[in-house]
């Protein structure tokens, strides 16, 4: 299925020693994108300057001087990270002609280390979607299923799922998500790929365009656990152009184990998580998961997260509250879509969005603006506050018993488009991000791991969560699994 078997460490190697090329490389994933683009992955190429990018690679082992690990090697980029002199749509009609004139702080650094940026990716619109279904340019369709007629392919998942299905189809070695309430996990959970959301804050968010900033973070995409763990180290750090980053060195994870022991690791299962709607095939891969762990050594105990039942209800209403907030910069006056109505200035704010916006960004921004009114302002969105901190104090307790938590990442494989389509925007993501988006409200490191093929042949993951800034723990044992369970198989 997987059109570039080797890992990006193997791929360096061989660009050291000749064997292969980074301007054939990237020819390579451009024909492929060409070849597969009934999939919708991307939805800009920039051919140019991926093989501009590729010579300099090129030129720089040819003088045995490469930059990194990464240099030479083709990335995708989400389509709401800034990318300088490419159009950045959000895949939005207010966007759609939108060209920054500088680069997100994580593509900026992905370019330093060498990396070839092939294009920029499909989403839902703003990043509100679980499904990556309402772009203006049509929707995703995941490679593990492509179907075209009648609707019956399956869903990539979203709002990362041009990203996801780029990776999971071979067209590159590594993408760019974002995460706001688990758009990286969820399609790298149907699409069969590693997705890692940072903890928040290790990672910049200059450049990226945002959409709930208490909750935002750049996510990452990649076939193996290793290969993210190099994509983490050339993009995290403090940057000076996002207060929100934490001001302290970063510390690059070491390559990681092939031996590790995971004796006295402490697992904890969060039995909320066994919930209504879970598959049985995503139970019984949780548990030969956890059993796994146990006969490694490691101690598997049950643990309680008691709010997360109201955890999906109190991340929609703050999800809704910071959209309205940060949709209000978009009035036609400074940039993106203006309509042409011009009878009065009000009318000009009212047309252009009512053109800009599809009917979920609407219906965010009205919700968020309901729950933001004097007389409701206690009622929704500080309620909502103080669970929110519950919420992350019900982790804090949990991680003082266990090192990580076993989850499943999303309650089924991939469900079919037309299925998808059938329930509106609110209760797909109520469903979608029930495991995730509880680990964003409380800012903490999570990951998805492709475990194996459900009856329908379509990939199952779990996921890991860990405490704040133990991505290196989380991605030893997420390396143990992918040795165990030996998911990447499926990619030769």
Not at 120 to 127: M, P
Not at 469 to 486: G, M, N, P, R
Request: glycine residues 6%; proline residues 4%.
């Amino acid at each position: 299925m997987n059109r570039l078997p080797l890992g990006v460490r193997k791929l360096s190697e061989c660009f050291r020693d000749k064997s292969l090329d980074p301007v054939a490389v990237t020819e390579r994933s451009l024909a492929l994108i060409d070849q597969r683009k009934h999939l919708n992955a991307f939805v800009r190429i920039s051919r140019a300057q991926a093989l501009r990018q590729a010579e300099g690679a090129k030129e720089r082992y040819r003088k045995s001087a490469p930059k990194s690990v990464l240099d030479g090697v083709t990335i995708a980029v989400k389509d709401n990270f800034c990318t300088k002199g490419i159009h950045t749509t959000c895949a939005s009609r207010m966007l759609e002609n939108f060209v920054p004139s500088y680069n997100a702080t994580v593509v900026e650094r992905l370019e330093q280390c060498g990396a070839v940026v092939v294009g920029k990716t499909n989403l839902d619109q703003f990043g509100m979607g679980s499904g990556c279904i309402d772009s203006i340019f049509g929707p995703t369709r995941n490679s593990w299923s492509e179907e075209v007629e009648n609707n019956l392919f399956r869903i990539a998942g979203g709002s990362s799922g041009g990203s996801a299905v780029a990776v999971s189809a071979g067209l590159c070695y590594a993408a760019l998500g974002s995460d706001t309430g688990g758009s990286t996990r969820n399609p790298a959970s149907y699409c069969g790929v590693v997705g890692l959301k940072p903890t928040y804050g290790l990672l910049s968010r200059h450049g990226l365009i945002p959409l709930v900033n208490s909750m935002d973070v750049p996510g990452i995409m990649t076939r193996t656990v290793d290969d993210c763990r190099s994509v983490l180290n050339a993009i995290a750090g403090p940057d000076d152009r996002d207060s929100t980053t934490v001001k302290m060195q970063y510390k690059p994870v070491p390559p990681l184990d092939e031996n590790i022991s995971l004796k006295g690791v402490r697992v904890g299962i969060p039995v909320e998580y066994h919930c209504d709607g879970l598959d049985q095939e995503v139970l019984e891969t949780w548990t030969i998961v956890a059993d796994l762990l146990e006969s490694a050594g490691a101690k598997v105990s049950a643990v309680s997260l008691p709010n997360t039942s109201s955890s999906i209800f109190v991340y929609s209403i703050l999800n809704q509250c910071e959209v309205s907030s940060n949709m209000s910069r978009y009035d036609g006056i400074e940039y993106g879509h203006r309509s042409q109505e011009d009878t009065s200035t009000e009318q000009l704010y009212a047309k252009t969005r009512a053109e800009g916006f599809n009917s979920v960004v609407k219906n965010r921004i009205l919700s968020g603006n309901y729950f933001l009114l004097r007389q409701n302002y206690d009622t929704y969105f500080q309620k909502a506050l103080k669970i929110r901190r519950l919420i992350a104090d019900d982790f804090v307790q949990a991680f003082k018993q266990v090192d990580i938590l076993l989850t499943p990442t999303t309650l089924t494989d991939a469900p079919l488009y037309k299925q998808f389509i059938q329930s509106n925007n609110r209760d797909q993501c109520a469903v979608q991000d029930f495991c995730t988006q509880s680990a964003n409200m409380a800012g903490i490191p999570a990951l998805s791991i492709p475990v194996r093929l459900s009856s329908r042949r379509l990939p199952i993951s779990l996921q890991l969560m860990g405490n704040h800034f133990s991505e290196h723990v989380l991605l030893s044992v997420a390396s143990w699994i992918e040795k165990e369970v030996d998911f990447i198989s499926f990619y030769k």
